[in-house]
Nanobody
Framework: QVQLVESGGGLVQAGGSLRLSCAAS????????MGWFRQAPGKEREFVAG????????YYPDSVKGRFTISRDNAKNTVYLQMNSLKPEDTAVYYC?????????????????WGQGTQVTVSS
């Protein structure tokens, strides 16, 4: 089992950057695939980024590709989301998630553990 806590959210101007962190408390962090999701008011939770257990492969939807980068440091039990060139439409609560799969799931239902979320607001 793993507990996840996100941090690093805040208010930023369009075009700016934020770096989110997700700290894991628990055993065997490296066995989990990790993902970031976001949810804006009135919208469904959206896949933002995913990373394999080793960190060798990453996955992004077109909406953030080239702007967001997910990474992990298994020695620190932490996964990161570097967000550059932020747009107002990136405004959402961002969640990190851990999955027991051997692949990187692209849907929220396939992740087992979730953080509480951190608010990201991008002003225009």
């Amino acid at each position: 089992q793993v507990q996840l806590v996100e941090s690093g959210g805040g208010l930023v101007q369009a075009g700016g950057s934020l770096r989110l962190s997700c700290a894991a408390s628990g055993r065997m962090f490296s066995i989990y695939v990790m993902g970031w999701f976001r949810q804006a008011p009135g919208k469904e939770r959206e896949f933002v980024a995913g990373i394999t257990r080793s960190g060798a492969s990453t996955y992004y939807p077109d909406s953030v590709k080239g702007r967001f980068t997910i990474s992990r440091d298994n020695a620190k039990n932490t996964v990161y989301l570097q967000m550059n060139s932020l747009k107002p439409e990136d405004t959402a609560v961002y969640y990190c998630a851990a999955g027991r799969k051997l692949y990187v799931p692209l849907t929220s239902s396939e992740y087992t553990y979730w953080g509480q979320g951190t608010q990201v607001t991008v002003s225009s």
